[in-house]
């Protein structure tokens, strides 16, 4: 199959001199999930805000991108960005919708002090949020998965998606951009714990 003009663009970018997609995205894993192990040890530390979102990309994916770190708008990949029929968060919106739903985070404490129930709640919407914005050419499951796990910390909880395969992940996303939360919700309920005080 002829690679598009969007795929040329990745491979383009990549860092680790990969020729195909295929080695690209090979390579690609095994360097993440070294850095998601690592992780576990060192968090990357930050604001929970959208800088820190974007650092944490930074860091899982600069040796592999050049746009490591940088949202679509600043590396300025202008391309529409979907995934079967959910359109994602257009590039040139991705300054004002960042912003809004981050400055909702903040307004809303990080979600401290929330009961198991409605943490759950309100962390599955910004999750859905997150997910629908977006933001990189590549790696927004994973990076949006580390994200939350710091929010869930930051509020009392440990969030572990171990238990979540790829393909409820995925149902879910897909119904919560159509407005459908319960899904979302129920992943949040099965991977949400609270924290001994």
């Known amino acids: 199959m002829a690679l598009t003009d969007f795929d040329k663009e990745l491979l383009a970018s990549n ?32 604001c929970l805000d959208y800088a820190h979102l974007k650092d944490i990309h930074a860091y899982l994916f600069s040796d592999v991108y050049t746009w490591a770190g940088k949202d679509r708008y600043e590396a300025g990949i202008h391309a529409d960005f979907g995934k079967g029929t959910t359109l994602f968060t257009s590039y040139d919106k991705l300054p004002q919708v960042s912003k809004h739903l981050f400055d909702a985070l903040k307004d809303e404490k990080y979600f401290q002090r929330q009961d198991k129930k409605t943490f759950t709640q309100s962390a599955a919407v910004f ?25 869930a910390k930051e509020a009392g909880y440990t969030l572990s998606f171990t238990s979540i395969n790829a393909d409820e992940m995925i149902k879910a ?24 005080k």
């Open 15 to 46: 860092l680790l001199e990969a020729k195909t997609l295929k080695q690209l995205y090979e390579k690609e894993k095994i360097l993440t999930n070294a850095k998601m192990i690592a992780l576990q040890k060192q968090p990357v530390v930050g």
């Open 173 to 196: 996303s897909v119904y919560g951009a159509k407005g459908d939360m319960s899904l979302m919700l129920d992943i949040f309920d099965k991977s949400i714990t609270q924290d001994n």
């Open 127 to 151: 999750m859905n949020g997150v997910n629908i914005l977006h933001p990189f050419r590549e790696g927004n499951g994973r990076v949006q998965r580390i994200f939350m796990e710091y929010v």
